[in-house]
């Protein structure tokens, strides 16, 4: 059975920083591309970043640089490293999975998702 498992949310203050990790089982993810994306309360959810298996990295454009993704295909897993945190970054943060990069990019159709992990910025 494949599962994404997402840990690393909580509570910061604003300018703070939180890492995000994404463990995946259930079978190899290497030729996947990976990524986050967000939930806030009352929004739809949006795309954050996506990861390639040869690591070529996109971000959304409210990520302004503040944030990095990373991936480790030995171990399976993904992360996201959170910087310069604001309250409008306040969100359920879900890891994602997909062999087709634009399944991922807007976020329809793709494999596998993680449950999210709850990430509060306060002011």
């Known amino acids: 059975q494949v599962q994404l498992v997402e840990s690393g949310g909580g509570l910061v203050q604003a300018g703070g920083s939180l890492r995000l990790s994404c463990a995946a089982s259930g079978r190899t993810f ?8 967000r939930q806030a309360p ?3 959810r949006e795309f954050v970043a996506l ?3 040869d690591d070529f990295a996109y971000y959304a454009d409210f990520v302004e ?8 295909n030995a171990k399976n897993t993904v992360s ?4 310069s945190l604001k309250p409008d970054d ?3 943060y879900y890891c994602a999975a997909d062999p087709i990069y634009g399944h991922l990019r807007v976020g329809n159709g793709v494999d ?3 449950k999210g992990t709850l990430v509060t910025v306060s002011s």
């Open 30 to 37: 290497s030729n996947y591309f990976m990524g986050w994306f």
């Open 42 to 44: 009352g929004k739809e």
């Open 51 to 53: 990861i390639s298996g």
């Open 65 to 72: 640089g503040r944030f990095t993704i990373s991936r480790d």
């Open 80 to 83: 996201l490293r959170m910087n």
């Open 90 to 92: 306040t969100a359920v």
């Open 112 to 114: 596998y998702w993680g």
